[in-house]
């Protein structure tokens, strides 16, 4: 189950990206550019999803930019391995504008009807604790982990149908309320699975 996740597909995916990394780099554009970029817009879209008086149907912008924020990260990564430009801010930054973004795009979810705020916050939590306990592997001696079944890459996945659908479905099935809590157990037994894995990985 610990290896059960969408970022399984990221090999194939950067595959696609390779021709768009490789213009960046002509560009002048670097890793933490990239990284900072997509931090700022998915900081900028759940504000305004959050603050702003607009239509549920302004969620539809939510599937759009989870997949573009998935191939930005994915690019800052290419950028960086590919072309030397590997530093210790990027790493920081790769890690906490990640947890920054998550958090962002997360919180729009609370303000409607069916969303219990309490799970939101809980799942915040969870998602910030499953990327931590990933890089913590690396401090221990063993890599940095990416075990689900439950990873940042299936929670965008996540994120996006429930946008789509509350953009398209009103008013909002109350049940789609449901998929946060079991989105934070899913996110809950990562962290274990993380943990467990990079326990096992050094001894």
Same mark, same amino acid.
């Given at each position: 189950?610990?290896?059960?996740?969408?970022?399984?597909?990221?090999?194939?995916?950067?595959?696609?990206?390779?021709?768009?990394?490789?213009?960046?780099?002509?560009?002048?554009?670097?890793? &933490?550019?990239?990284?900072?970029?997509?931090?700022?817009?998915?900081?900028?879209?759940?504000?305004?999803?959050?603050?702003?008086?607009?239509?549920?149907?302004?969620?539809?912008?939510?599937?759009?930019?989870?997949?573009?924020?998935?191939?930005? &990260?994915? /690019?800052?990564?290419?950028?960086?391995?590919?072309?030397?430009?590997?530093?210790?801010?990027?790493?920081?930054? &790769?890690?906490?504008?990640?947890?920054?973004?998550?958090?962002?795009?997360?919180?729009?979810?609370?303000?409607?009807?069916?969303?219990?705020?309490?799970?939101?916050?809980?799942?915040?939590?969870?998602?910030?604790?499953?990327?931590?306990?990933?890089?913590?592997?690396?401090?221990?001696?063993?890599?940095?982990?990416?075990?689900?079944?439950?990873?940042?890459?299936?929670?965008?996945?996540?994120?996006?149908?429930?946008?789509?659908?509350?953009?398209?479905?009103?008013?909002?099935?109350?049940?789609?309320?449901?998929? /946060?809590? /079991?989105?934070?157990?899913?996110?809950?037994?990562?962290?274990? &699975?993380?943990?467990?894995?990079?326990?096992?990985?050094?001894?």
């Amino acid at each position: 189950m610990a290896q059960m996740s969408l970022y399984r597909l990221k090999p194939a995916f950067q595959r696609l990206l390779q021709p768009a990394v490789h213009l960046l780099h002509r560009l002048g554009v670097s890793a &933490n550019q990239v990284t900072v970029l997509a931090c700022a817009v998915s900081v900028a879209l759940g504000l305004a999803l959050y603050l702003a008086p607009l239509a549920l149907a302004w969620f539809a912008l939510l599937p759009l930019w989870l997949f573009l924020r998935m191939a930005l &990260n994915a /690019i800052d990564g290419m950028l960086a391995r590919d072309f030397d430009q590997r530093t210790v801010l990027g790493a920081y930054l &790769n890690e906490l504008t990640d947890v920054i973004a998550d958090a962002a795009l997360y919180l729009p979810f609370a303000r409607l009807a069916g969303f219990d705020p309490l799970w939101i916050g809980a799942l915040v939590l969870a998602a910030a604790l499953s990327e931590m306990s990933g890089v913590l592997g690396q401090t221990v001696g063993a890599s940095r982990r990416y075990d689900g079944p439950f990873g940042k890459s299936d929670r965008a996945f996540l994120f996006g149908a429930l946008g789509l659908a509350v953009a398209l479905v009103q008013p909002v099935p109350g049940w789609l309320g449901w998929a /946060i809590p /079991i989105a934070a157990a899913l996110t809950a037994l990562t962290v274990v &699975n993380r943990v467990r894995a990079g326990l096992q990985e050094i001894r």
